[in-house]
């Protein structure tokens, strides 16, 4: 089953305007992530957000994590063509007998950015 | 270093043959976990292993199967395919230390197997 779900499940934008994603679980979690995944071909990590941090950057991209309504963001600023692609949010297993290794991933977020 | 390496890119095969996929994962993780995904059920894990021992398995039946090697690579195993099996499946390898890449998975570019 799917424990991350984003929304929304598609978003058009223009190149320059910034993107919103939003992912919800229902479970604790050690730490949350985000990937990118280009059609058809594999994931590429963005950002990894532990439990006890709230916000994170890396360049264009801004991860918040609110662990009290098991939810997190992700915002693209600036965006571009080339942002174009799917992203999903992925949590761990439970701590309790679970491995950082095994994620669930939610059914993502696809994203076109129109030039 | 190399990426993730998996073959092949594409296999097509028919309904009850087996099929073997292959993952190299990038050099010094011994960690390799593999995924299907599916238009309708998206990602799903199936299974990860560690220093050849699977460590955890996903709701997958029986006919799934995989292995690790001495040397971290991957081979994962479909018995008597079925139509549902049609899915991109990706390999993902992880280093187990402490440090910048701690619990980040990366993923090979898949195999998409079509069963007819």
């Known amino acids: 089953s799917q424990q991350g779900e984003e929304d929304p499940q598609a978003l058009s934008i223009q190149e320059g305007e910034n993107a919103t994603m939003n992912c919800s679980y229902k479970t604790s979690i050690n730490n949350l992530q985000w990937y990118r995944q280009n059609s058809g071909r594999g994931l590429v990590h963005l950002i990894l957000i532990r439990s006890n941090e709230r916000e994170k950057h890396s360049g264009r991209l801004r991860v918040t994590l609110d662990t009290s309504k098991k939810s997190s963001s992700l915002l693209i600023t600036a965006s571009r063509a080339a942002d174009t692609a799917s992203y999903f949010c992925a949590k761990d297993a439970d701590r309790c007998g679970g491995s950082n290794y095994k994620l669930t991933f939610g059914k993502g977020t696809l994203l076109t950015v129109n030039p | 270093k190399a990426g993730v390496t998996q073959t092949p890119r594409y296999l097509i095969k028919t309904r009850g043959q087996q099929v073997t996929l292959s993952c190299s994962p990038i050099s010094g993780h011994r960690s390799v976990s593999w995924y299907q995904q599916t238009p309708g059920q998206g990602l799903q894990f199936l299974f990860e292993?560690?220093?050849?021992?699977?460590?955890n398995k996903g709701n997958f039946p029986g006919r799934f199967s995989g292995r690790q090697f001495s040397n971290s690579r991957s081979e994962m195993n479909v018995s008597t395919l079925e139509l549902g099996d049609s899915a991109l499946y990706l390999c993902a390898s992880s280093t187990t230390g402490t440090g910048a890449t701690w619990g980040k998975l990366f993923f090979g570019s898949g195999t998409q197997l079509s069963v007819l």
């Open positions: 292993y560690f220093s050849e021992t699977q460590r």
